[in-house]
């Protein structure tokens, strides 16, 4: 027993004399190693300096900061929400280059024949054709046409600033400088107002609902959509988006549900959620007069349980001349219109149409359509809309 114990004495004995041979001997050398320099500490810009987590900001002490690992990537911001769109005010200045574009062809033309040497029954009757090719309508070109041979007949002579002035004096009448244009969307107290966009579809009825949306938020007002058009499902994924986009909330139910109930909910969640402007997007089938009536007029009537309708917006697109002009008709027919919006403007020389449907419906154009951008809706503006008729 003892001889084993011996032996292993003698072999722990031998074992840790030869660990501390082996470490004597591999052990690293510290006296050789060529100094290592200190990591620069990181040049940090001063607006940048502030102090962080970590790191000591003093300097009566040496401590060495280690250099970060990895410089931090810039962060970039998160995207807004939604979309902030501009304010209206000045749309129709911004956009006039468009308008002269599709509409200068008629000012040019008309100045062209009035600065003739001769004023003739031809020169006139062309003045006249001229006018009603743009959609003027008869009854306000026959009055135009009176109202200029009596006034070319004093002037005498005719240069060139003084036909366009005698010009766009008779256009700023007929097409009403001073008509009320205001759109009514400011909200009455606790309640919100109520906009009823009527139309035709196709006309640009949901687009209009959209890109006024976008422009009252650009005002700074809080906006709550109704999709009321339940005969086309697209229609309402249409407002949704536009809804999306600049945070309108939009009310919706599934295709073929009754619109009326559709526009009630829609303000009665605009009087909840304190919004200021509710605007509702019909459905403009035109099957029946006594149909359209029956719709349009329940809408309203169930709206105004919960609000004031102060404005009932007939979309018109202007590139349907007549024919349009005969819907306005029957629109306005089953209800109480209280403003024009003429869309399509860009795509026809026909501007005339604003003041032959002025006329016809005795209410003014209030808006104007002049692309299919979100922020292509202007408020109409007599004077910009006859200047960019002139052209400069
Ligand atoms: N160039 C031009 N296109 C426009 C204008 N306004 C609307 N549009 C286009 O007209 C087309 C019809 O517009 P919508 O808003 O879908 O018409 P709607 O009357 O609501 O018709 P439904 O959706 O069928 O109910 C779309 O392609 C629009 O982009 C405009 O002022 N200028």
Partial sequence: MDGYLGIILIVIVVALLAAGGMFLLFRPSQRHAPPVAPPEAPTIPEESQAPATGVIEDDTLTTTVPPPAKPAEPVAPPPPAFEIPPPSAGRMVRLRARLARSQSTLGKGLLELLSR??????????????LITADVGVSPTRTMVEELRTKVKVLGSRSHDEVRGLLREQLLALIGADMDRTLHTAPHGERPAVVLVVGVNGTGKTTTTGKLARALIGDGRKVLLGAADTFR??????????????????????????????????????????????????????????????????????????????????????????????QAQVFAEAVNITGIVLTKLDGTAKGGIVISVQRELGVPVKLVGLGEGPDDLAPFDPEVFTDALLGD
């Avoid at 988006?241 to 829609?266: I, N, Q």
């Avoid at 349009?296 to 919960?306: A, F």
């Fill in 117 to 130: 040497d001769r004023l003739d029954d031809d020169v006139w009757d062309e003045i006249e054709d001229m």
């Fill in 233 to 326: 499902a697209a229609a309402a994924d249409q407002l949704q988006t536009w809804g999306e986009r600049v945070g309108a909330e939009v009310v919706r139910k599934d295709e073929g549900a009754d619109p009326a109930s559709v526009a009630f909910d829609a303000v009665s969640k605009g009087i909840d959620d304190k919004v200021d402007t509710v605007i509702v997007d019909t459905a403009g089938r035109l099957h029946t007069k006594t149909g359209l009536m029956d719709e349009l007029g329940k809408v309203k009537r169930v709206i105004e349980k919960k609000a004031t309708v102060d404005e009932v917006l007939l979309v018109l697109d202007a590139t349907t001349g007549q024919n349009g002009m005969r």
